[in-house]
C-alpha cells in the first residue's frame, strides 16, 4: 500500500491548533476491531471499523480535544464518491483508484463525522483539507473517525453503508493504525 503521512498532514492543515502536538490519545474502543464503547459502558453491536481521533498529549503534558476547527486531511489522491448524512453525522467516502490490491479491488478511504469542504465527484489529493471535524452531529464528544477498505472495482459506491460494512463479501476492512505509527 502507498504511504501517506496523516500526521504530518493533519498537524501542517491545523499549525496554530496542533503546533503542541506530541502523540496521539486513544482510549478503549477508539481502534479498529474493538467492541467497546469509549463514550459511555457497553458493547458495539459490531466490531469497529476504523480509528477514532479525539485528542492528543501537547509537548508540555496537557491534553487537547479535537474540535470544530479541526481539518482532515485526504489519506491519498483520490475522488469523492459518496457523501451521506446518516447517524454519524455526515460521512464522506473517498475512492483511490490508483492504489489496487493484489486481488484487483480498489482501495477507499471513509471518514465520519465531518462537515465536509467537496462535493460529489471532486478530485481531491493527498494532504488536501476535506471537511472540518463535526461536533454536533452526535451526543458524543468531537471527534474524527477513518476507515479504510479494499472493494472490488465494479462495487457501486452508493452501497457502501456502515451497518454492511463487516458482512460485505465485497468489502474488506484494513486496520488503520499504521497511519498513525509515527505518532504514538
Known sequence: MKKTDFCRDIIELNKKFMTDFKRWIFKEGMLFNSYEKWWDKGKRISA?????FWGFETLSGGVKRLNAKVKAPALFDGEVVKIKKDFLGKSIYIRHSDIISEAEECLYTFYGHLKPFHLLGQRVKKRDAIGFVSDKSLKIPAHMHISLAWIAKNFD???????DLWNNRFIRLVDPIFIVKKCL
Open 48 to 52: 469497529h471499523e476504523g480509528i477514532d
Open 157 to 163: 459506491s452508493d452501497n457502501i453503508a456502515w451497518n
